[in-house]
């Protein structure tokens, strides 16, 4: 389960904000995350309560934005949407797609307190 490690990530993400901010507490964090990244989103709000507890974000709201995934198709040279890798491409069915959105994975916002 890569999840944990990823939020212990936006957990140093979110303390490195904080320290340089002088904030001793995270109100709100705001990911987001692609369609396309594989990341199981309910695992990663799993493991964020985890990282979070007895951290400034500890208690914070979690708002996470799916970013729809996206992609070239090689065959029809256009850009087409995807709901995951290795989907045809809806407009010619063809299978040489590659993805161009939807992929990252970020924290967005972050809403300081004290």
């Not at 212990?8 to 507490?25: F, H, K, S």
């Not at 964090?29 to 974000?57: N, P, W």
Request: proline fraction near 4%; charge should be negative; aromatic fraction near 4%.
């Amino acid at each position: 389960m890569h999840e944990m490690s990823l939020a212990e990530g936006i957990r140093g993400i979110v303390e490195d904000v904080a320290r340089e901010n002088g904030a001793t507490r995270v109100a709100r964090v705001v990911l987001e995350i692609g369609e396309l990244a594989s990341v199981e989103v309910e695992a990663l709000r799993f493991c964020l309560d985890v990282v979070l507890k007895d951290s400034v974000a500890d208690g914070a709201a979690v708002d996470i934005e799916a970013v729809p995934g996206s992609g070239w198709c090689m065959q029809c040279a256009t850009v087409v949407p995807i709901a995951q890798r290795y989907d045809a491409c809806p407009q010619c069915g063809g299978y040489q797609v590659q993805p161009t959105g939807g992929t990252e994975m970020r924290v967005k916002e972050l809403a300081l307190g004290d």
